[in-house]
């Protein structure tokens, strides 16, 4: 393989992982960012304002909602699972944060 070839092909798959995935559409009373950072809770509909459109929802990556959003990590993790799983068909609702058991 000539070495040209070689660092192209290594490249492309060396950053698949940061490369967002396709757009869905919005479903049932989902049709914002908003809408979508509601009806997952924990808060995260504080920062629906820094979404501007449905797409940006979704193009958005991490390290983009760390440093320019501001969004804290459990929040950012959380937006991001949620933002994958709607993607793959899941309907949207709340996860409660489990509490910690009491230690005998």
């Known amino acids: 393989m000539l070495p040209s070839l070689r660092i192209s092909v290594a490249r ?3 950053f698949t992982h940061t490369v967002s995935g ?3 559409a919005p479903r049932g009373n989902i049709k914002e960012p908003a809408d979508f950072l509601s009806a ?3 808060n995260c509909d504080e920062y629906a304002t820094k979404f501007e ?3 940006s929802l ?3 990556d991490s390290r983009t909602m760390r440093n320019e959003f501001a969004i804290p990590t459990k929040q950012r993790k959380y937006i991001l699972a ?3 799983w709607y993607r793959q068909g899941q ?3 709340a996860v409660p944060v489990a509490k910690p058991k009491k230690k005998k």
């Open 91 to 93: 309907d949207l609702h």
């Open 40 to 42: 997952i809770g924990r």
């Open 82 to 84: 949620w933002r994958e």
């Open 22 to 24: 396709n757009v869905p």
């Open 12 to 14: 492309g798959v060396r």
């Open 58 to 60: 979704f193009i958005t």
């Open 53 to 55: 459109t449905w797409e």
